[in-house]
């Protein structure tokens, strides 16, 4: 076990969880933080701020860190430092078919920041890339879907009612995020939890679809 992977289980211990608990908690599986807590991976440096975050602990004596795995490119970082060597090698690469998408807040009227992704066969995460957006998370009315205020979430507009699907919606002449089930062909039910479940059933023509989630980044 090295010291990254120590810190962990203290962590893990005082908080009195089991792996399979803690790995649910930080949104990875049980056999990612046993490798950690045994020395056999590299803690990810979204999980460190994923710790922080849910337990107030900073594992901040940790030098050699990596993002996880992304399939696309099959390239794995083992330090801060080539991270950013890599994104500004891939900018210089993708500079002629980046576009700046924008942070929206619920309204969409207030851009709070932009991020640069690269558009391939005319779509972004195979999106149209006219329909993208990103939106910085409110609230905590979704932390049971391990989404947290201020996390980044990136989605796409869309007036299809998805069953099961995560969407920000216009209802009662409010914007809110909420999984969505439908009941039947009039029906839907909506589904927030921040830490107790909570249902709403409500008409299909009452509420309006803005857009549809697909992922979330933690914000640090």
Not at 13 to 37: C, R
Not at 106 to 121: A, E, G, H, R, W
Not at 208 to 214: A, E, L, R, S
Request: glycine share 4%.
């Amino acid at each position: 076990m090295n010291r990254a992977g120590e810190k962990v289980k203290i962590i893990r211990e005082e908080a009195k969880l089991s792996q399979k608990q803690f790995a649910k908690k930080l949104g990875v599986n049980e056999k990612f933080i046993n490798e950690i807590e045994s020395g056999r991976k590299v803690i990810t440096e979204s999980i460190i701020h994923r710790i922080k975050k849910l337990y107030g602990k900073d594992i901040n004596d940790i030098n050699m860190t990596v993002d996880e795995e992304v399939t696309e490119t099959n390239y794995e970082f083992k330090s801060v430092q080539k991270k950013k060597e890599k994104s500004e090698v891939w900018t210089d690469a993708f500079s002629s078919i980046l576009k700046s998408v924008p942070v929206y807040d619920y309204t969409f009227k207030n851009v709070i920041d932009k991020k640069s992704l690269p558009v391939i066969n005319n779509k972004i995460e195979g999106f149209n890339q006219d329909k993208v957006f990103f939106i910085k998370i409110e609230n905590n009315d979704m932390t049971g879907f391990r989404i947290m205020k201020d996390d980044i979430a990136f989605g796409h507009t869309t007036v299809e009612i998805e069953n099961n699907a995560i969407c920000l919606i216009e209802y009662n002449n409010l914007r809110v995020l909420r999984q969505i089930k439908r009941l039947d062909s009039n029906k839907l039910l909506l589904i927030s939890n921040n830490g107790n479940l909570m249902t709403q059933t409500v008409q299909v023509h009452d509420i309006k679809i803005i857009g549809k989630i697909t992922k979330v980044e933690f914000s640090v």
